[in-house]
């Protein structure tokens, strides 16, 4: 064998246990993030006898369904779900509807105010919704929208992150576009509909899932303003399943848990091609 063969057997070589050492990586942190809910799956298929018995069973001995049935009608979860998917879809509308039109003039038009409103809206992006709850309780309370619809959705239909990314993403898109269709007679809003929303399909998909899953996780919100149970939404459900499982029912509190789960699993599957596209596209543009 030559001195040439055996320097690139061993870069081949060198090459390879690399590549297994990196999927070996790879393999072990994609362990650890899915454990929670690897352990989550198995626990709500298994009955409470084989949850308690001691060493813990890592995997069902038989496929039991009855901890999601339980779940599914001790709180109502379908009610619970709709609830849920109502409130996210209208969020996600509403923050991707602003955030268009107010991305776009600040992007696009020069008006008095501009830079003190666009740092106005900046600032929000300081305040976490823990600070700001207590004196949106108030305002809500007020208005008489507490335990309603209105209540759980109004403060949420817009987000200062939705405007920012749009607008940046609109500042990327030639000016000469722009000059071409003021050119033709292209109003604004024409130009808005027909020329930058057909250019920002991919940005808007993935802040329309990130927008709808936000909302579907929200916790804390739902929590102080909404009391009736026909009005909770399915991650009040969870919190529900503890109050009749004195006795910790774990496998149950695991079977509502992966119920609520699984639509955003679906959701971002489904959705995945375009969020993951869209913040590529803005990633190089930036």
């Known amino acids: 064998m030559t001195p040439s063969i055996r320097s690139k057997r061993r870069f081949f070589e060198h090459r390879i246990r690399a590549a297994l050492g990196w999927h070996l990586l790879y393999i072990v942190a994609s362990l650890l993030v899915l454990m929670p809910v690897l352990v989550g799956l198995s626990i709500s298929m298994q009955p409470r006898d084989q949850i308690f018995t001691y060493p813990p069973s890592l995997f069902p001995k038989t496929l039991y369904l009855a901890n999601y049935a339980d779940a599914w009608r001790l709180v109502n979860m379908g009610r619970l779900l709709a609830n849920s998917l109502w409130a996210s879809l209208i969020v996600m509308l509403g923050k991707l509807l602003l955030g268009i039109t ?15 409103l666009f740092f106005a809206v900046l600032f929000t992006l300081m305040l976490p919704l823990e600070v700001r709850v207590v004196p949106l309780f108030e305002l809500i309370s007020q208005l008489g929208w507490a335990n309603t619809y209105t209540g759980l959705v109004m403060p949420f239909l817009a987000s200062a992150t939705t405007t920012f990314l749009i607008m940046q993403h609109f500042k990327t898109i030639p000016k000469e576009l722009k000059e071409s269709a003021d050119m033709d007679g292209c109003g604004p809003l024409r130009f808005l509909i027909r020329i930058l929303l057909p250019l920002s399909g991919p940005i808007l998909a993935g802040l329309a899932t990130v927008n709808f899953l936000s909302m579907w996780n929200t916790y804390l919100w739902p929590l102080m303003i909404i009391n009736a149970d026909n009005l909770k939404t399915a991650q009040l459900g969870i919190k529900m399943l503890f109050s009749p499982a004195a006795e910790r029912e774990w496998g149950l509190i695991m079977g509502g848990t992966i119920t609520v789960v699984i639509p955003t699993l679906l959701i971002f599957m489904l959705s995945q091609r375009f969020f993951v596209k869209g913040i590529a596209t803005q990633g190089i543009k930036e």
Not at 102 to 116: D, T
């Open 102 to 116: 107010s991305g776009y003039a600040f992007s696009h038009f020069e008006f008095k105010g501009k830079r003190f």
